[in-house]
T-cell receptor
Framework: AQSVSQHNHHVILSEAASLELGCNYSYGGTVNLFWYVQYPGQHLQLLLK??????LVKGIKGFEAEFIKSKFSFNLRKPSVQWSDTAEYFCAVNIFGNEKLTFGTGTRLTIIP | DGGITQSPKYLFRKEGQNVTLSCEQNLNHDAMYWYRQDPGQGLRLIYYSQIVNDFQKGDIAEGYSVSREKKESFPLTVTSAQKNPTAFYLCASSIWGNYGYTFGSGTRLTVV
């Protein structure tokens, strides 16, 4: 069974700092990869997803993620964070052909103005 | 507006009682899912359904039951056999083969 690891449980940054949140998965086959965000009091929403092609994917609100197959990683990045990026971020993976998503434990991001 | 409606938003029940959480979608999505969210544990899959009248257990199905009699509806029953039912429950749906989930706003269940 696949699993997802997010090693950063809580990240605190100042506004304008650069962000990188780690995500590693364990599965040797073809996977689809996702980042979801949960802003305080709001629904979980999709930030970006990778299915195939260019390993650098761009999402909403200036976020991007890079799929590195050799490292089983899909780290989320943003060059300059804003206070409004304060939220919980979840990495998720599914095996190609299987609808079931497996989520990581999440990273809480706090941005200090 | 299309979306997923979960009701109620907050639910309180006494220990030993079964409780049913509602999830309705008007997105015409084939697949529906129930996840449980606990602090520090992320989202864990309880049950999912790919088509009407069919559903599969997820990673933590013990103490839960579901039905899928209509495409739009996927209610979750938390039974008295669930040892630690207090949690935040999220329903989601997706178009088959699309993999991008749409989530509901969740139900926070507290068992006292």
């Amino acid at each position: 069974a696949q699993s997802v690891s997010q090693h950063n449980h809580h990240v605190i940054l100042s506004e304008a700092a650069s962000l990188e949140l780690g995500c590693n998965y364990s599965y040797g086959g073809t996977v689809n990869l996702f980042w979801y965000v949960q802003y305080p009091g709001q629904h979980l929403q999709l930030l970006l997803k990778y299915f195939s092609g260019d390993p650098l994917v761009k999402g909403i609100k200036g976020f991007e993620a890079e799929f590195i197959k050799s490292k089983f990683s899909f780290n989320l990045r943003k060059p300059s964070v804003q206070w409004s990026d304060t939220a919980e971020y979840f990495c998720a993976v599914n095996i190609f052909g299987n609808e079931k998503l497996t989520f990581g434990t999440g990273t809480r991001l706090t941005i200090i103005p | 507006d299309g979306g997923i409606t979960q009701s109620p938003k907050y639910l309180f029940r006494k220990e030993g009682q079964n409780v049913t959480l509602s999830c309705e979608q008007n997105l015409n999505h084939d697949a529906m899912y129930w996840y449980r969210q606990d602090p520090g544990q992320g989202l864990r899959l309880i049950y999912y359904s790919q088509i009407v009248n069919d559903f599969q257990k997820g990673d933590i199905a013990e103490g839960y039951s579901v039905s899928r009699e209509k495409k739009e509806s996927f209610p979750l029953t938390v039974t008295s056999a669930q040892k630690n039912p207090t949690a935040f429950y999220l329903c989601a749906s997706s178009i088959w083969g699309n993999y991008g989930y749409t989530f509901g706003s969740g139900t926070r269940l507290t068992v006292v």
